[in-house]
């Protein structure tokens, strides 16, 4: 097996070259600015005559932009202060729309849940469908349901049996190989190994020949994913809107090519299942379909795995007590990892739960009214925005003990502080389109942590504080410095 990819053109192509909101002198200070001038409150809408509703307090920040800029600069902190003022429901102007934020476990689960289906996807068909048109978060209703009790053949125990195996045997290699005992940068190393890992497990890759494909794919994937942020939301030659169009025609044609051999043939992967897939009733997909749910799904598992490995990576070297205490769990094991082994780990699960509250690698979950509805007492009208922050509900004091704290024990059974309401912790969503890969998304970021930690210690460099860059989904803005020090044997 050989390494598919460049780590310095992704850490080029990811954080240097292109820069962000978090990347370019002088935004912190801007956003900062914004943040604390007065803008004057409105209401969202008037409830209709009669109704004891109350209308969404709120206002629209600058011309065009809104507050979107601070939203994408401060990211959590952003949420943080505008829960403090407003309270769990508030409006601004954000991604050139009028928005309405919640946040809150009630609010949460009123939208997830989806009673009445007052709420539907078109808030992310708004955002991404450009990019990720038909991907199964932009599906609604029956349609989905449809869609997804065919996917949901591809995530049968056996497939994530087989995925492992195939994500196992590269990380093990790929870890063992990767440059040691000096200073790195952790996240494009990371990057690189999810890549590799989903050029395996999603498309079998041929890694003897495929290197230019997966490589060019890459650069194809980010353009699509940063495309969804675009502030400037149409296609400017150059811009992010353009270079993400241009990100899903090389996505679709690569896809589209490859399906008359997948369907052909069978192979353990993720492709070749969707391919093959078929519901209890026989349903299946059509091609279309395949290269729509394929593009979807390579994004939605790449990104969130990777930034939940760095998170909890970064977390494990800021404190080497829990460092200890995962290496000490994993140490009695040797020989290939199996889902059965992953589950025993608790102390580890902990630590990645307590990494996802604090950093989740989605910061908003993303919809539209279909109809004039009441939402936490508040009038809302159909056809409006809406976007659920779950890192809110992630640091709100009045659940979580010393919220901004890394305590991984709070997610232990004596403590349970996530269990306090249903929809407080919400790192994967919940309701019809809570996180159908969540179970290989948590099996694969645990053989990445098992078999780093089983050969390095992970240290930060002295005084390290990190940085999150939030202007699309969050991610180290410096790469994350970490030196892996091998560790000795016997
Ligand atoms: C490990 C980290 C992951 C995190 C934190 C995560 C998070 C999420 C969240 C929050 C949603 C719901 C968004 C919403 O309701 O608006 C979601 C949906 C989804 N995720 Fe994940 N995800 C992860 C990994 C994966 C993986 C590995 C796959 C695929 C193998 C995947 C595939 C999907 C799909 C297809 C949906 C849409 C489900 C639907 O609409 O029915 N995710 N994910």
Redesign the pocket.
Known sequence: MTTLINPQKIRDAVERHKPTLATTPGTGYIAEKLEKHHWRTQPFATPPPGSDLKPIPGDPGLPFIGHTFELMRLGADYQLRRYQQFGPISWATVFGRRGVAVAGPEGTQAV?ANKENTYS?GG?RYLIDTFFHR???L?DGDE?RYH?RI?QAAFTRERLNGYTNIADAVINEQIATTPHDHELELYPMLKQLTLTVAAHVFMAADTNTADTNVEYLNDAFIAAVRGGTAIVRYPVPGGRWSRGIHGRRVLEKYFRDAIPEKRRTTSPD?FSALCHAASDDGETFHDDDIVN?MI??MM??HD??T??TTVAAYNLARHPEWQNAVRDEIAAHNGPITPAFLDSLTTLDNVINES?RLV???PA???ETTTDTELLGHYVPGGSFLL?D?WVNHLLPEYWTNPQTFDPDRFSSHRNEHKQHPFLF?????????????R???L??KTILCRLLATYQLELPESYQVRWDTSSLPFPADGLPMRLTALRRG
């Open positions: 997830l996807q992310w991907g199964l978060m599906l989905h997804r996917m993720f749910h979807f799904l939605a598992a969130t795995a930034i939940t996802l989740g690698p989605v979950f993303v919809r659920v779950p919400v790192p994967f969503g919940g309701g019809a389109h809570r996180c159908i890969g969540m290989f998304g948590i694969e970021v």
